[in-house]
Nanobody, 119 residues
């Protein structure tokens, strides 16, 4: 059973930075495509960023492109989300998610970590 545990959320002023981490346990981390999603208050969950198993390819939602960077350390079983130039509209619960390559659906989720950006 794969388990995902996010950390690094908190309160930050607009224009500031945070780095989220997601520690993965239970299976071979490098077998999983990893992603970050977020859910703002009163809204649905939305895709933020995705990284392939090797870390060689990434893609981002247009709303975060150029400000956020997803990365992974397969030796540490951890995926990161570096968030720079944060905006109040980035306020959300951020979730780490995983999937294998046999599916296109992210079916393994962490519990989420809250990011609040004040104006």
């Amino acid at each position: 059973q794969v388990q995902l545990v996010e950390s690094g959320g908190g309160l930050v002023q607009a224009g500031g930075s945070l780095r989220l981490s997601c520690a993965v346990s239970g299976r071979t981390f490098s077998n999983y495509v990893m992603a970050w999603f977020r859910q703002a208050p009163g809204k649905g969950r939305e895709f933020v960023a995705r990284i392939t198993r090797s870390g060689g390819s990434t893609d981002y939602a247009d709303s975060v492109k150029g400000r956020f960077t997803i990365s992974r350390d397969n030796a540490k079983n951890t995926v990161y989300l570096q968030m720079n130039r944060l905006k109040p509209e980035d306020t959300a619960v951020y979730y780490c998610a995983a999937r294998t390559t046999v599916t296109t659906t992210f079916g393994i989720w962490g519990q989420g970590t809250l990011v609040t950006v004040s104006s």
